[in-house]
């Protein structure tokens, strides 16, 4: 059975941005070595952050978010999910608004002793128009955080620091070398 990879793209600019180009790499890449993938684009979806009511803790098995809105089945996924890529630009030295309230709502899946995703992989993939110093390093710090609370492997982080068009992106021929090596080597 084909392993399987759900990537929340956390930018709103899903036609000339940045961000979208690591995605489409990304998704590409995955595809490419076979593994079945679930993407999805946050800024388009309806939905919001952690409610904290805490009705998911009263069962272990499966999310059990009472939230009813777009972000319901990808809680799903998520827990089925062999790898989560999380992509987003750097807005206020922090993901962008939708990916946080995703990354909020991973709040059910970590129940009291059981986190649903124990031993997956996650991939931090993130764009900024500063260096890595000016809200990267706070997001990879966080996705860290995130993995080690939650029992996961952080499996790496691919970075555009100091972004300017698409075009310009287009031609970073060794980023996209580094995310096929990180792609592959998790194939293997
Ligand atoms: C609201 C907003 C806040 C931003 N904050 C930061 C920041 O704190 N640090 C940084 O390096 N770049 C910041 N940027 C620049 C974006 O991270 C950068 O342009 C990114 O590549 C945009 O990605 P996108 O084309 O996928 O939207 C910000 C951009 C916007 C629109």
Redesign the pocket.
């Known amino acids: 059975m084909s392993k399987k990879a759900v990537i929340l793209n956390?930018?709103?600019?899903l036609k000339?941005?940045?961000?979208?180009?690591l995605v489409n790499w990304a998704h590409e890449l995955l595809k490419q070595v076979g593994w079945q993938v679930e993407q999805h684009d946050l800024y388009k979806m309806d939905f919001r952050g952690c409610a904290h009511c805490d009705m998911c803790k009263k069962v272990i098995d499966k999310p059990g978010c009472i939230l009813n809105d777009d972000f319901n089945s990808v809680l799903q996924e998520l827990s089925d999910a062999d790898l989560i890529v999380i992509?987003?630009?750097?807005?206020?030295?922090?993901v962008?608004g939708s990916t946080s309230s995703a990354l909020d709502r991973f709040y059910a899946l970590f129940k009291n002793n059981v986190s649903l995703i124990k031993g997956k992989k996650l991939l931090g993939m993130?764009?900024?128009?500063?260096?890595a110093f000016?809200?990267?390093d706070l997001c990879v710090s966080m996705l860290k955080q995130l993995c080690k609370f939650g029992g996961a492997k952080y499996l790496d982080t691919v970075v555009?620091?100091?972004?300017?068009t698409?075009e310009e992106?287009l031609t970073r021929a060794e980023l996209k070398r580094y995310l096929e090596q990180v792609i592959m080597g998790d194939a293997k």
């Open positions: 956390g930018t709103p600019r000339k941005g940045n961000t979208i180009v992509a987003s630009p750097v807005y206020c030295w922090s962008t993130f764009t900024s128009a500063g260096d000016e809200g990267m555009a620091i100091s972004c300017t698409q992106l």
